[in-house]
């Protein structure tokens, strides 16, 4: 498989009927994949974070997350 960039890892979002549990695992299969992308936890987590439905976003704000 070949390296994939940051813009790889921004642009996955939550999929419609995705649970939560694939889409974080689609995720983290991305960042294992951007050999040279090197982000914060808190980083990763926001950008899973803004990748989710925004319907489930707003259940879950306010609280933290880790990644990853």
């Avoid at 995705?18 to 995720?27: T, V």
């Amino acid at each position: 498989s070949y390296e994939l960039k940051l813009s790889h890892l921004t642009s996955v979002k939550q999929m419609r009927d995705e649970s939560i549990n694939d889409y974080i695992r689609r995720f983290c299969d991305t960042k294992n994949r951007c050999f040279n992308v090197n982000l914060a936890e808190k980083d990763l987590a926001d950008l899973v974070f803004h990748g989710l439905w925004s319907h489930i976003k707003e259940k879950l704000e306010g609280n933290d997350f880790f990644c990853c």
